[in-house]
């Protein structure tokens, strides 16, 4: 158990030290205007650099991505059918198919889905 510590101590001893000698011993310097500034071919920006980002495309990747990871989930489940309880198993699926129509339900009630406005 001490030997634990005395080792994370001083892993975390060497690993600060690397750290703050990066800090000290690096080129950049944080008050240079041209690496703030965004790269135009040479002139400056007339206007901001960064548009103004729709709220409804990141929803939409928000969802794909939460009924992906279901859907990466479920796949495994339909291995195991066969050497697993059967009731167990259809209630398990039964029970996480619900979770995932109630929340399509849900954004579906809530207008995240609709395109038209």
């Not at 690096?26 to 400056?44: M, V």
């Not at 928000?62 to 066969?82: G, H, R, S, T, W």
């Amino acid at each position: 158990m001490m030997i634990t510590l005395i080792t994370i101590m001083i892993c975390m001893t060497l690993s600060t030290i690397m750290i703050l000698m990066s800090l000290l011993l690096s080129k950049k310097t944080t008050l240079d205007r041209e690496k703030k500034s965004p790269f135009e071919c040479g002139f400056d920006p007339k206007s901001s650099a960064r548009l103004p980002f729709s709220l409804r495309f990141f929803l939409v990747a928000v969802i794909f991505l939460i009924f992906d990871v279901e859907i990466a989930l479920i796949m495994p489940a339909m291995i195991i059918q066969y050497s697993s309880n059967s009731i167990s198993w259809m209630s398990t699926m039964m029970f996480f198919i619900f979770i995932l129509l109630a929340g399509l339900y849900h954004e579906w009630n809530q207008g995240a889905l609709q395109w038209t406005e």
